[in-house]
């Protein structure tokens, strides 16, 4: 009894001594990048107290992208980047920093060293004034390793030394870009969760901007650009086509509970249907996903449905499921969502054999009441483009309409 005292005594003496760590407080707005060496892809991040819970922002532009699963525990913070099978872990250094590690959970080699400090000035660091408006837009062309290239449209804007914009390509574009100008040279960057860009070009004395397009830990192309307000891409409905000697499109798959749906189904009767291919990593389709959702409300009562097929980036059905599952809750997506098979572009038209490729994700197909292939648009002009955006909503509102209204 004497000797259970002493250790009594003990435990509470050194308990005392030693209190247990208060939580740290990583509320409030960080700079914080990416390292990629020898370049950074800076991004806006804020962390914000509500109801007891802890909500991590990504900031871009004018866009925020809210993650509500973060977990901080003492001196570390981990933020689960929901749909895109991703997370951040970090620690806060012992000057009042954020050290960790960006990665995606598919992909162990994804990995990027995170830091972060309060506040911070401008996106990029700024040493001159601008001597050059970039505002406009370029005729971009993208260099592969192998020497291949492939178009783009740069739209962009400038304010002072801040510039944002994007760059339009045919499979989609890259969204709400944000960095800033110096002399004749400037960065652009985004982060959303899931993907990390980083651009840089400097304009010559031609008029021709020389640079590079940086994505994840180590991909490289080079870019070249010219002023032409006026360049167009191709149609995009033009490049993705059904094979000779088909007219319609069949499948059958399971949703993410093992139900099999086909567009044989009564629900899909006499009704024109939307289906789109997606995948719950990839970027372009959640800005493709995020417009149809409330489309599909308004519009559902005049016989349109909606179907999104889901290509995976791992084969077993007990994975795709999960981010499916977590896909639809987490976007309340309100029309079903099926298990296709992988994010493998061969693949995918191999589960598709009415289609003579699969070029991008996301690609919607426009089936009319008896579900003939009217229309098949590849990649997605999302709100990052602006009126570029708003003319894809209207082309796609005349086109339904135009289908809707035939006998």
Same mark, same amino acid.
């Given at each position: 009894? %004497?000797?259970?005292?002493?250790?009594?005594?003990?435990?509470?003496?050194?308990?005392?001594?030693?209190?247990?760590?208060?939580?740290?407080?990583?509320?409030?707005?960080?700079?914080?990048?990416?390292? /990629?060496?020898? *370049?950074?892809?800076?991004?806006? !991040?804020?962390?914000?107290?509500?109801? @007891?819970?802890?909500?991590?922002?990504? =900031?871009?532009?004018?866009?925020? !992208?809210?993650?509500?699963?973060?977990?901080? +525990? #003492?001196?570390?913070?981990?933020?689960?980047?929901?749909?895109?099978?991703?997370?951040?872990?970090?620690?806060?250094?012992?000057?009042?920093?954020?050290?960790? /590690?960006?990665?995606?959970?598919? =992909? $162990?080699?994804?990995?990027?060293?995170?830091?972060?400090?309060?506040?911070?000035?401008?996106?990029?660091?700024?040493?001159?004034?601008?001597?050059?408006?970039?505002?406009?837009?370029?005729?971009?062309?993208?260099?592969?390793?192998?020497?291949?290239?492939?178009?783009?449209?740069?739209?962009?804007?400038?304010?002072?030394? =801040?510039?944002?914009? +994007?760059?339009?390509?045919?499979?989609?574009?890259?969204?709400?870009?944000?960095?800033?100008?110096?002399?004749?040279?400037?960065?652009?960057?985004?982060?959303?969760? @899931?993907?990390?860009?980083?651009? +840089?070009?400097?304009?010559?004395?031609?008029?021709?901007?020389?640079?590079?397009?940086?994505?994840?830990?180590?991909?490289?192309?080079?870019?070249?650009?010219?002023?032409?307000?006026?360049?167009?891409?191709?149609?995009?409905?033009?490049?993705?086509?059904?094979?000779?000697?088909?007219?319609?499109?069949?499948?059958?798959?399971? *949703?993410?509970?093992?139900?099999? #749906?086909?567009?044989?189904?009564?629900?899909?009767?006499? %009704?024109?249907?939307?289906?789109?291919?997606?995948?719950?990593?990839? /970027?372009?389709?959640?800005?493709?996903?995020?417009?149809? /959702?409330?489309?599909?409300?308004?519009?559902?009562?005049?016989?349109?449905?909606?179907?999104?097929?889901?290509?995976?980036?791992?084969?077993?059905?007990?994975?795709?499921?999960?981010?499916?599952?977590?896909?639809?809750?987490?976007?309340?997506?309100?029309?079903?969502?099926?298990?296709?098979?992988?994010? *493998?572009?061969?693949?995918?038209?191999?589960?598709?054999?009415?289609?003579?490729?699969?070029? $991008?994700?996301? +690609?919607?197909?426009?089936?009319?009441?008896?579900?003939?292939?009217?229309?098949?648009?590849?990649?997605?002009?999302?709100?990052?483009?602006?009126?570029?955006?708003?003319?894809?909503?209207? =082309?796609?509102?005349?086109? #339904?309409?135009?289908?809707?209204?035939?006998?």
């Amino acid at each position: 009894m %004497k000797n259970i005292l002493v250790i009594i005594l003990i435990t509470l003496a050194f308990a005392c001594s030693n209190p247990p760590k208060s939580e740290v407080d990583f509320s409030g707005n960080w700079h914080a990048y990416l390292d /990629i060496s020898p *370049d950074r892809i800076p991004f806006g !991040l804020s962390l914000e107290k509500r109801d @007891g819970e802890v909500i991590a922002i990504l =900031q871009n532009d004018t866009e925020r !992208l809210e993650f509500k699963e973060v977990t901080v +525990t #003492v001196d570390s913070l981990k933020i689960v980047l929901d749909t895109f099978d991703a997370e951040i872990n970090a620690k806060m250094n012992s000057e009042g920093g954020i050290e960790g /590690i960006f990665h995606r959970n598919y =992909q $162990a080699e994804y990995k990027l060293n995170l830091f972060a400090v309060r506040n911070g000035d401008t996106r990029f660091p700024v040493f001159d004034s601008p001597t050059v408006d970039f505002s406009g837009g370029w005729e971009t062309t993208f260099i592969r390793n192998d020497s291949s290239i492939y178009k783009a449209i740069g739209n962009l804007r400038q304010e002072g030394n =801040q510039l944002f914009g +994007t760059f339009i390509t045919s499979t989609g574009d890259y969204r709400f870009l944000e960095g800033n100008v110096s002399g004749n040279e400037f960065w652009l960057s985004a982060f959303d969760g @899931g993907h990390a860009f980083f651009f +840089t070009g400097k304009l010559g004395a031609s008029g021709k901007i020389i640079g590079r397009f940086r994505s994840g830990p180590s991909y490289t192309e080079g870019i070249e650009a010219v002023r032409n307000e006026s360049f167009e891409l191709p149609d995009a409905n033009t490049l993705t086509q059904l094979k000779p000697g088909f007219e319609k499109l069949e499948f059958s798959f399971p *949703d993410a509970n093992g139900q099999l #749906v086909s567009l044989n189904d009564p629900r899909f009767e006499n %009704k024109i249907v939307l289906v789109q291919l997606f995948g719950t990593w990839c /970027i372009n389709c959640l800005d493709e996903t995020k417009f149809l /959702i409330p489309w599909y409300e308004k519009n559902k009562e005049a016989g349109v449905e909606v179907i999104g097929l889901a290509f995976e980036a791992k084969p077993e059905f007990e994975y795709a499921s999960a981010r499916v599952k977590k896909y639809q809750d987490r976007l309340s997506v309100p029309y079903p969502l099926l298990i296709a098979g992988e994010f *493998d572009k061969e693949k995918a038209a191999k589960a598709l054999p009415a289609l003579d490729a699969v070029i $991008a994700f996301p +690609t919607l197909l426009y089936l009319d009441k008896n579900h003939r292939v009217r229309r098949i648009n590849t990649g997605f002009t999302g709100p990052g483009t602006g009126e570029n955006y708003g003319r894809w909503i209207e =082309q796609h509102e005349l086109f #339904v309409k135009k289908m809707l209204e035939e006998e």
